[in-house]
């Protein structure tokens, strides 16, 4: 890692910093950039051998932001700019320094893309991904590629590269996944802002398990081309921060507004009045007696994290319905849905990522800009470099029987059609219940210890399903213990109407401003023992 000592005469405390506060300091001499990627190194240097949140650091970092201070000077100093210009929040270029904490399956021209592989750990690309591109222009730093779930197909973030990235709240726990290094590593203020992606809760599960905000944008608005794919169907890219207005200027650059504007917002502009739809269902554990599913024996520990999230998002609800905000929210409960809506019959009879992994997967290794030393999945799988307990049945049973697994399969249409017939289901309540919005928990009980291979009970797969937006905002926490000293993280799921990304983030602003919800963890992981 290069070292350079940092320019400024003061260093800005990144602790919770977010983009526009950046900005401004940089406006009035208070840092530079320099200063700032070399305090968030400073500090990846005294956590990310617990956290293990990272699996690349980029070696240019600071060399990039020596670039950056360059250009602020000549921003400020351009003789065409005003001095309410120099003034304005957007006299510099969106992301102008900011450091990103990238997920280590987006393609990046000058950094290997292993998506927490082992077995492609020496993968290169010719180009960066299409958001990454973006990122550039808006005036990123790609501060490091982080840890993921191997492959994205899963909910743990433990892969054969990256090791296990542990839950900054407690670690004995995860992060959820599979974009947990981000998670995890923006919770930590290891970095500014984060790119994630998200096939069925990969962006919200460690938002809700780390306290920040994760956001699913509707289904094409933010390009996926460049990252390594899992399900064409159900695949997004998507912006992590720890407060909404950085996920807004994030997501604004990532689906390609890089000029020196203000993000696009909606304010819900004639509407004096919001209607948002609690999804009852979505509350309870699947197999209660209080679930529209079949009973299952409940395990009483998870029953009780159940209680205990369930109590705190219906006092977040409480609260939000009582306040004073921009618009009048109402509270629209709307009863168990029949069991075409439960998470374990979507999962069962609609996910896409069984069907369509292995061909995706073959085509993005046999792009003529991937340099890899597999073009296969099989290859992949005959070479034994992956992490064997955390790929799922996604990743094993395309390889046993791979014309069932396939497109071409009977199964694989009937999913489609169910996938037609959800969006059709969901547009029916908004319409019936004449709600803007639905709510729900995004996990119903708390991120599993570490050594479990699978994250149940998240609740994301709606929206990943109908291709809707969806927003993962801190709620609150569990009650502190030994090993969560302020509480485990509980998130607050917000769902939209299609195409309604930029009224969904109003929401998700005016709810997360009367909540004030997020707490930064405890400060002493570098004291813990080391798993």
Avoid at 499 to 510: P, R, T, V
Avoid at 515 to 522: D, N, T
Wanted: charged content about 20%.
């Amino acid at each position: 890692m290069n070292s350079h000592a940092a320019q400024s005469t003061s260093t800005l405390d990144v602790t919770e910093l977010t983009i526009p506060t950046f900005h401004t300091a940089l406006r009035k001499g208070q840092t530079n950039v320099t200063s700032v990627i070399n305090t968030y190194l400073t500090r990846i240097a005294q956590h990310e051998q617990t956290l293990k949140s990272l699996i690349t650091i980029n070696p240019d970092a600071l060399e990039e932001a020596l670039q950056k201070d360059i250009e602020t000077k000549q921003f400020l100093n351009d003789p065409f700019t005003t001095e309410d210009e120099h003034e304005d929040e957007h006299a510099f270029p969106p992301l102008h320094g900011v450091a990103v904490l990238l997920k280590d399956n987006y393609t990046t021209h000058n950094l290997p893309t292993s998506a927490g592989c082992k077995a492609l750990a020496t993968l290169t690309s010719q180009n960066d991904s299409e958001v990454v591109e973006f990122l550039h222009k808006a005036g990123a730093i790609i501060l490091a590629k982080t840890n993921l779930h191997e492959f994205a197909l899963h909910g743990t973030t433990t892969s054969s590269l990256g090791g296990q990235t542990l839950n900054p709240y407690d670690l004995t726990r995860t992060p959820g996944g599979s974009s947990g290094g981000t998670g995890a590593a923006l919770a930590l203020n290891l970095g500014m802002v984060g790119c994630g992606t998200d096939t069925v809760n990969s962006l919200r599960s460690p938002a809700s398990s780390c306290s920040i905000v994760g956001f699913r944008p509707s289904i094409g608005v933010v390009p996926t081309a460049g990252i390594v794919p899992v399900s064409e169907t159900q695949d997004v890219a998507g912006p992590m921060a720890r407060c909404v207005s950085d996920v807004r200027i994030l997501f604004d650059v990532m689906r390609g507004n890089y000029q020196r504007t203000p993000p696009k917002t909606a304010r819900f502009e004639g509407k004096s009045q919001l209607r948002i739809g609690v999804l009852e269902e979505y509350f309870c554990l699947e197999g209660c007696s209080n679930s529209s599913s079949s009973s299952n024996v409940i395990n009483p520990e998870i029953l009780a994290e159940n209680t205990i999230i369930q109590d705190i998002i219906r006092k977040a609800l409480s609260s939000v319905s009582s306040t004073s905000t921009p618009v009048n929210i109402s509270l629209i409960p709307i009863p168990k849905h029949p069991s075409t809506w439960t998470v374990s019959t979507l999962l069962e009879k609609a996910d896409t990522q069984v069907f369509e992994f292995q061909e995706c997967l073959n085509t993005f290794l046999a792009s003529d800009s991937i340099s890899s030393p597999h073009q296969t999945q099989k290859s992949i799988a005959n070479s034994r470099e992956y992490h064997q307990k955390a790929i799922t049945s996604v990743f094993a049973l395309p390889l046993s029987d791979s014309r069932t697994y396939s497109r071409d399969s009977v199964e694989y249409k009937s999913r489609l059609s169910y996938i037609s017939n959800l969006k059709l289901s969901v547009r029916e309540i908004f319409h019936q219940y004449e709600v803007d919005f639905l709510v729900y928990p995004h996990q119903r009980h708390f991120p599993v210890s570490i050594g479990e291979t699978i994250q149940p009970n998240r609740n994301g797969i709606l929206a990943a399903l109908t291709g809707r937006p969806a927003i993962c905002i801190p709620a609150g926490f569990g009650p502190p213990s030994l090993s969560a000293p302020v509480g485990i993280p509980i998130g607050l799921e917000l769902m939209g109407q299609e195409g309604g990304d930029d009224e969904l983030l109003d929401l998700a602003e005016i709810i997360e401003g009367v909540l004030k919800a997020r707490r930064v963890p405890f400060s002493h992981l570098d004291e813990a023992i080391l798993f």
